[in-house]
């Protein structure tokens, strides 16, 4: 079984920094990808970022790229989010999932509450 457990988030005002993290156990994760998402009230959650944990790779989705930046920490088995110049419309639970090397994501964090005041 994969435990995904989130900290950080909270309210920031816009134009600010703010750091998610992501603790993983249950798994050796070398062979997964992990990523963070959103849901926005009254929208679907999307994905935000994505990194491959053996290699590195990262993918972003236009709407945060050259703002946030995802990372992992080998040693501490921990995903991390760094969102610089957040804006109002970054507002939304945010999630990190957990996913085996080319399927679909199927283990999820338990969601943290970002809000950016304008």
């Known amino acids: 079984q994969v435990y995904l457990v989130q900290s950080g988030g909270g309210l920031v005002q816009a134009g600010g920094s703010l750091r998610l993290s992501c603790a993983a156990s249950g798994r050796t994760f070398s062979s997964y990808d992990m990523g963070w998402f959103r849901q926005a009230p009254g929208k679907e959650r999307g994905f935000v970022a994505s990194?491959?944990?053996?290699?590195?790779?990262?993918a972003y989705a236009d709407s945060v790229k050259g703002r946030f930046t995802i990372s992992r920490d080998g040693a501490k088995n921990t995903v991390y989010l760094q969102m610089n110049n957040v804006k109002p419309e970054d507002t939304a639970v945010y999630y990190c999932?957990?996913?085996?090397?080319?399927?679909?994501?199927?283990?999820w964090g338990q969601g943290t509450q970002v809000t950016v005041s304008s």
């Open positions: 999932a957990a996913a085996p090397r080319g399927l679909a994501y199927e283990y």
């Open positions: 990194i491959r944990w053996s290699s590195g790779t990262t």
